[in-house]
């Protein structure tokens, strides 16, 4: 693969981690969301809104963590990547939420745009596997974030918390 294919293949993934394009982008999925909302239950979906969002962050940071920490402990299914059903959030643990998105994703980027970073290489904890690459790690961080981010949308107009302008 020449150097031009692997800058344009890194200049792709960075592009899908921020959506945007066919994805919504975290900003425009929860832009004036209304904090009254955060904690209600959806009709007919055992989570909220901030459970929604704190999945996303929970799962994200795994994967961050899978790639770069060489403690990392593997995460039981389900439970330590979704909050407990009667958790609760404050609008400081919303902001908590959302800012714990974007600094992990700000790292994942960072990962992968780093020119030493091949995006074919094995992640520091595959244990060798050499199907969990960057490549595949980014590509997985940004497919759980885009189907969650239009879960959270779709909940917004469910719920109808979106603005009256909102197209």
């Known amino acids: 693969m020449s150097d031009s294919t692997h800058l ?38 055992p989570y909220t809104p901030w459970h929604l969002l704190e999945h996303i962050r929970r799962t994200q940071r795994d994967i961050l963590d899978f790639m770069r920490d060489p403690d990392y402990r593997e995460l039981a299914w389900p439970d330590d990547y979704w909050p407990a059903t009667d958790a609760t959030a ?7 939420t959302l800012d714990g998105i974007r600094d992990d994703l700000a790292a994942i980027r960072a990962i992968v745009a780093d020119p030493a970073t091949g995006l074919d290489d094995a992640v520091l904890n595959a244990g060798g596997d050499p199907k969990y690459t960057v490549l595949r790690q980014a590509l997985l961080v940004a497919d759980h974030n885009a189907y969650h981010l239009g879960e959270f949308a779709i909940l917004r107009q469910v719920m109808g918390t979106w603005p009256p302008d909102h197209r």
């Open 90 to 96: 404050t609008e400081t643990d919303w902001r908590v």
């Open 8 to 45: 344009t293949t890194r200049d792709q993934v960075l592009a899908l981690l921020d959506g945007g394009n066919a994805h919504m982008s975290l900003d425009a999925a929860v832009g004036r969301f209304p904090a009254s909302a955060m904690n209600a239950f959806p009709p007919n979906v």
